[in-house]
């Protein structure tokens, strides 16, 4: 067969709202999930008993199931269990926030709790409260150790914005799927559905280096 | 009034007992050399001085504060009781006048020109004015080590404890940091230090303890007791760091 450009270039509209909304799903998804994950985290980390078995429970809750049971469950049983109606576009962003937020709360206990245990003491020997120790003198140096995780994290998450074509999003697979359907063109389609993905994924990754390289590491 | 008072302090690690029953008084101005077997509890009775570990007997008071009250309570004791710690642990994203000048800072509440100069100040007392703006990375472990001095000293204490300050050193950097303790002990700084170095327990040290199994078994003078140690144990251990 032939390769058609001009599908590609009648598609190109309709995929590039796609890549927007999955752009935005998981700007917002990352956003919420390096929020909930440096809580979470910590909370494992330096919690007491009850916070950090909290934080573990919600850790396994999501580590343990897959995402799109996680959407699903937000998008369908939320609103028969608590009444609560979201919208496609919103179960998706929260599925992200919340199934991230797992991960990178793996992410920085581990990166925090790999800091030479010396520097925490030689913070609080000097009579710094325990959140200055974390903040100015652990999280910095954390921070730096987190980044190569974190970048594998973001690529993660942002392909996993491809399987909330089971709840209807508009989002860049689900974009691909119904030109398909409709020109039988899956060669040219899923290509450019491909490469767009890989623009993105490779945009992050170089952000990614370009932060690491500013960084020195510690 | 003594700076520092112990009074019957028990430590244990679980089922271990580390510190048996210490009475200790030290008063201010003194420079108090501490040594003993590996395991005896040297390092453990620092930590308890500045409430990195809590005591599970007894008490003990620094600057007329004890241990055992709050949280905001032991800050204030860490704020008088300055550590020095074997391995430095300068704060690694920070240069050395960043390191001085942090405890100013966060721990005084000192504005930022305000710190920076006094950690300048302190960084030309430890031999170190060109070295501001290095790393730790950057730095010798004798130009580290003399850096964390300079950060506890930052902080003003009212008193220095130093852990084996020297041990993680090649003998050649040793000096420019005992030099540096040597002076601050000259100024009347009160000093509790862990060492193996006899010739700075015998020319800077007022008082010499021998701690062994979680106890003193041995407090006095250095000179004297370093020449004729009247303590068996004492004498073997003298033999062996020599
Ligand atoms: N965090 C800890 N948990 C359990 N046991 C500990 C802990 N810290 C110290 N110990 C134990 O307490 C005892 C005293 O340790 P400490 O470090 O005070 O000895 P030290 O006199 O400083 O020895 P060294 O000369 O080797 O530094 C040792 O038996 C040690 O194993
Ligand atoms: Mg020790």
């Given at each position: 067969m032939e390769f058609d450009w001009s599908v590609i270039v009648d598609a190109t509209p309709a995929l590039l709202g796609g890549a927007r909304l999955t752009v935005l799903i998981t700007l917002v998804g990352l956003a919420g999930g390096l929020a909930v994950g440096f809580v979470a985290g910590l909370m494992r980390a330096y919690g007491g008993r009850f916070l950090s078995a909290l934080a573990f429970t919600y850790i396994e809750l999501i580590r343990g199931t897959p995402i799109v049971v996680q959407v699903m469950f937000i998008y369908f049983a939320l609103p028969v269990l608590a009444d609560i109606r979201v919208n496609p576009m919103t179960a998706a962003m929260t599925a992200i926030i919340v199934n991230a937020g797992a991960y990178i709360a793996e992410i920085v206990r581990g990166s925090f709790l790999s800091v030479h245990k010396g520097l925490k003491e030689a913070g609080l020997a000097m009579g710094l409260p325990m959140w200055k120790v974390l903040l100015y003198i652990i999280g910095p140096v954390a921070f730096r150790r987190m980044i190569p995780p974190l970048g594998n994290q973001f690529i993660v998450s942002l392909k996993d914005t491809s399987l909330f074509i089971v709840i209807g999003v508009g989002e860049l697979t689900r974009q691909g799927q119904e030109i398909m359907a409709a020109n039988f063109r899956a060669v040219e389609i899923w290509t450019a559905v491909a490469i767009l993905y890989l623009l993105m994924t490779g945009t992050l990754t170089l952000i990614l280096r370009i932060t690491e390289k500013r960084m020195r590491m510690l | 009034m003594s700076l520092v008072k112990l009074s019957k302090v028990t430590k244990t690690f679980g089922t271990v007992?580390?510190?048996?029953?210490v009475d200790l008084s030290i008063e201010a101005g003194e420079v108090v050399v501490l040594v003993g077997p590996s395991g005896s509890g040297k390092s453990t009775l620092l930590r308890c001085i500045n409430a990195l570990e809590p005591i599970n007997g007894g008490d003990l008071i620094v600057d007329n504060i004890?241990?055992?009250?709050g949280r905001s309570q032991i800050r204030a004791i860490r704020q008088e009781a300055g550590m020095v710690f074997q391995q430095f642990?300068?704060?690694?994203?920070?240069t050395a006048l960043q390191n001085v000048a942090f405890g100013p800072r966060?721990?005084?509440?000192?504005g930022k020109a305000e710190a920076l100069a006094q950690a300048q100040a302190l960084l030309a007392k430890v031999g170190l004015a060109e070295r501001g703006h290095h790393y730790p990375s950057e730095l010798s472990g004798g130009q580290q080590q003399r850096v964390a001095i300079a950060r506890a000293l930052a902080v003003k204490p009212k008193l220095m404890l130093f852990d084996e300050p020297t041990s993680a050193l090649d003998p050649e950097l040793r000096h420019e940091v005992l030099q540096v303790m040597k002076s601050l002990a000259e100024e009347g700084m009160t000093m509790i230090v862990v060492t193996h170095e006899m010739a700075f327990a015998r020319e800077v040290g007022t008082r010499l303890i021998f701690m062994e199994d979680g106890k003193i078994s041995v407090d006095g003078d250095p000179a004297s007791l370093l020449s004729n140690p009247d303590n068996q144990r004492l004498r073997e251990f003298l033999q062996h760091v020599h």
């Open positions: - | 007992v580390v510190l048996q029953e004890s241990v055992r009250a642990n300068l704060f690694p994203q920070m966060h721990v005084r509440g000192a």
